[in-house]
């Protein structure tokens, strides 16, 4: 429940910014949490966090 719900947040923030990558991953990751299998859950994680990573990069060099 609290990754899925970490998960609805950070989609939350991420559709403020027009992310549309993160919001699709953090969309997907909260569709799958309820199941806890951390075989589909893990690759949807690491997908999330690579997507927040660019996005994190680009605001920073936009911030430049």
Do not use: F, W, Y
């Not at 549309?20 to 953090?26: C, F, G, P, W, Y």
């Not at 690579?50 to 911030?63: C, E, F, V």
């Amino acid at each position: 429940a609290k990754l899925s719900r970490a998960a609805h947040t950070l989609k939350g923030a991420a559709m403020c910014l027009s992310a549309t990558a993160v919001v699709e991953s953090a969309q997907a990751l909260e569709n799958q949490n309820q199941a806890l299998d951390p075989v589909i859950v893990e690759p949807l994680l690491r997908q999330l966090i690579h997507d927040a990573d660019r996005l994190a990069t680009r605001i920073t060099m936009d911030l430049k």
